[in-house]
């Protein structure tokens, strides 16, 4: 973390790492977390995947440039629930850590690391009410989740032609994770205990529903997403961007009833609200000097420019 002291005083993440078929984030409280805040620098490991929760064993290590020797570290195991955040709000102290000589700040660059294990299977059973399965899917981590076949074909138009093409024993490749097959195998199943919707979830889950053809599932989405912009107000900064990523998402996928949802809302906005999102938008995509410089504040945006034209085409039409 170089120009440690520049960071700003909130969260700071790392860029989406793979570790144990599973993806995280390292994040980072510069100024302390909840009762550290002021004291500790607050270190934690973040899983991103919104539908599954691994169990893992992980450490955090920072470097002391002086002699490593001395390095700290900090080990834990836990199990980790949706979108779960685990670690330790007291990692070192501040005055330790901002002390001269002391080997941890070093021409203002802070050198963090994390190591996770997470207890590996190659093959997935889930829950199918006791279905019995004989169709294996690969997913993109190596994992293969196992299903019946006939549940894929009344279910997808994908998987109604895919299966005729391919022998019962070769498993198929497929995209998406564990979780969002977690979450589609729960609607073909009609299982209870379906995993709980958020909106990044979903916003994981569609291109790989829409992929796939999944009808059934694709109109609970949809449902999920109507309800939340209901909810978000005009006014608020959060509903701007996320109608926007939305609207973005709708054009790459080709969502007809996603893009005039997005649309319908924006017609709500003013244009200096429509102008500001899009500068934020496009700028975040090209990023800035200073957070080319941060990997933990680096964020990868696609259809920037795109979708820059097709709101201020949007912008002419409200004027």
């Given amino acids: 973390m170089e120009d440690f002291s520049k960071l700003p005083s909130e969260r700071v993440r790392s860029e989406t790492f793979e570790a144990g078929i599973c993806t995280w984030k390292l994040s980072v409280d510069p100024d302390g977390y909840g009762d550290a805040e002021g004291t500790h620098l607050s270190v934690f490991l973040e899983a991103q995947d919104d539908m599954w929760a691994p169990s893992a064993e992980f450490k955090f290590t920072m470097l002391n440039q002086a002699d490593a020797s001395k390095s700290l570290s900090m080990g834990y195991a836990m199990a ?10 007291e990692f070192i102290e501040l005055s330790e850590l901002k002390t001269a000589g002391a080997g941890w700040l070093v021409n203002d660059t802070l050198v963090l690391t994390v190591d996770v294990t997470v207890q590996r299977e190659d093959r997935f059973q889930l829950d199918t009410g006791g279905i019995p399965c004989d169709v294996a899917l690969k997913l993109p981590c190596g994992a293969e989740v196992s299903v019946h076949g006939l549940f894929l074909q009344v279910s997808s138009l994908f998987f109604c032609d895919a299966l005729e093409d391919v022998s019962a024993s070769a498993p198929i490749p497929v995209d998406g994770s564990i979780g969002t097959w977690t979450y589609i195998v729960s609607c073909l199943y009609l299982l209870h205990d379906q995993p709980d919707l958020t909106l990044r979830s979903v916003y994981t889950l569609l291109p790989v529903v829409h992929k796939y053809d999944f009808p059934k599932p694709l109109t609970r989405l949809m449902a999920f997403i109507k309800g939340k912009s209901e909810m978000l107000s005009h006014n608020a900064w ?15 996928l080709q969502l007809d009833e996603l893009r005039e949802l997005c649309l319908d809302r924006m017609r709500g906005m003013t244009r200096e609200q429509l102008q500001m999102a899009i500068t934020v938008e496009v700028e975040a995509g090209s990023g800035t000097a200073a957070q080319k410089k941060h990997a933990f504040r680096s964020e990868v945006k696609n259809h920037r420019q795109d979708l820059r034209d097709k709101l201020l085409t949007l912008i002419a039409v409200a004027s």
Avoid at 238 to 252: G, K, N, P, Q, V
């Fill in 80 to 89: 980790f629930n949706t979108c779960d955040v685990w670690g330790t709000a």
């Fill in 238 to 252: 959060d509903f701007i961007t996320y109608t926007i990523r939305w609207l973005a998402l709708a054009e790459r």
